[in-house]
């Protein structure tokens, strides 16, 4: 038998709300710092790279105007000089000088001699990035006339070397701050949070014991001490309302044959409750064993009747217990009884005249009553039946056991797939 009483009985929370904000903060703090970096390691780079690249073409500058006479006068040894003090202080992946025909006028032996290209349109150099280096093209001009040209190919590897230091040591940085800031983020959560954290396990003690006169204490004048105050309020009020209730039921007590003939009823549906069914079902046993006839038990649960609850509110439920339970009674005998056990549970007295082809009859009514579409609130609702049967005194001669026995072909019909009935079957 399925048990309701979980339904009611509260529950802890599957998640800490401290560790949850707590990791999506701290997700958000490491996703801004990583940005962060990544902003920062470009920005060096590319100043890096262009201090180094303007470095380079003053050199390279400087140089073209050293070897212009040395042009002019077909000097090349001392244009190679110049290139040799050049390559000492800059490091050269490549470097040539041409003359103003376009021949090979300076080089040196140990840097890769770079290539004519064309003779520049303008007198102003050229640089370009290619890589990790620069490539600098640099007329040397005489009176302002072009008489040669100066290539120049600077490698950035040590300015490479440099700047993953320097990353290293801004990661490393960037992640103790991270590691103190995380650690005073999650204190500071925690006080913040505490007061809430309080009140929640509050409501968790309110819930299971019952006790509406237990209070929370205000911590602090905010958001979360105006909630406090409120819930107390609330408490107060249920609490009153408590003592109200307990002083109608002491008073209801009074009137005897009104109380027991409302302890009889369903109050949703107005059906025999459980207490009802069982006084029924010892005399419909009770009677089948006397007269030697047979009758049936069938146990209902509404299929997905959770589901309902939880996407459309207990009032949607409530009208479709309603609802299935009339459908249920136009669908049966006069002589037939339907009670209602509780939550989602309903069972069907058939007392007389009873054979399995009538009950299996019976079943396909119900089923094709409740498979009519449900509508509430503008929605159709998801519900079938599952239906478990047992007869007496075929299957048992025991109130208790015809109960048990209808039970287990109800859960039989849920695992066939639900929308459907098992009679039951010791296999």
């Not at 800490?16 to 962060?36: A, F, P, Y």
């Not at 650690?183 to 309110?206: D, F, G, M, T, Y």
């Not at 396909?364 to 009519?372: G, M, S």
Request: proline share 3%; aromatic share 6%; hydrophobic share 45%.
């Amino acid at each position: 038998m399925k048990s309701k009483q979980a339904l009611l009985s509260p529950t802890k929370p599957r998640h800490s709300l401290v560790r949850k904000l707590t990791r999506q903060n701290l997700t958000v703090l490491l996703g801004s710092m990583l940005v962060t970096f990544a902003l920062i390691a470009i920005m060096l780079w590319l100043t890096a790279r262009e201090r180094q690249g303007s470095a380079a073409e003053l050199a390279a500058i400087q140089l073209a105007s050293n070897v212009s006479a040395m042009l002019v006068f077909n000097d090349p040894a001392a244009a190679e000089y110049e290139l040799e003090v050049l390559a000492k202080n800059r490091d050269l992946s490549g470097v040539a000088l041409y003359n103003a025909d376009g021949e090979l006028f300076a080089n040196l032996a140990d840097v890769p001699t770079l290539h004519w290209q064309q003779m520049p349109a303008s007198v102003e150099p050229v640089r370009r990035y290619q890589g990790l280096e620069i490539a600098l093209t640099v007329p040397v001009v005489v009176q302002d006339n072009i008489e040669g040209v100066l290539y120049v190919r600077e490698n950035l590897h040590q300015l490479m070397n440099w700047f993953l230091r320097g990353l290293l040591m801004i990661s490393m940085l960037m992640a103790v701050i991270y590691w103190f800031a995380a650690r005073l983020l999650i204190s500071l959560q925690r006080k913040a949070l505490s007061p809430l954290i309080a009140l929640s396990a509050l409501a968790e003690q309110v819930a299971g014991e019952r006790n509406f006169s237990l209070r929370a204490s205000v911590v602090n004048d905010d958001e979360i001490g105006s909630l406090t105050q409120r819930f107390n309020e609330l408490l107060k009020r249920a609490e009153i309302w408590q003592a109200e209730l307990s002083s109608k039921l002491q008073q209801q007590a009074a009137r005897g044959d009104e109380l027991e003939h409302l302890a009889m009823k369903d109050s949703l549906t107005q059906l025999p409750n459980r207490h009802s069914f069982t006084e029924l079902l010892n005399q419909m046993v009770l009677d089948s064993s006397n007269s030697n006839t047979m009758s049936a038990l069938m146990f209902i649960d509404i299929d997905n009747f959770k589901f309902v609850n939880d996407n459309y509110g207990h009032d949607a439920g409530d009208e479709v217990l309603i609802e299935v339970s009339r459908r249920i009674q136009t669908a049966i005998r006069a002589d037939d009884t339907l009670c209602r056990l509780g939550g989602d549970e309903f069972a069907l007295l058939l007392p007389k005249q009873v054979t399995p082809n009538l009950t299996e009859q019976v079943c396909k009514r119900l089923l094709q009553k409740i498979n009519q579409p449900i509508w509430v609130k503008n929605a159709q609702m998801p519900v079938t039946l599952s239906i478990g049967v047992a007869l007496c005194p075929q299957h048992s001669s025991s109130a208790a056991t015809l109960l048990q026995l209808a039970d287990e072909a109800m859960y039989k019909a849920k695992r066939a797939g639900k929308n459907g009935y098992q009679i039951y079957s010791a296999d």
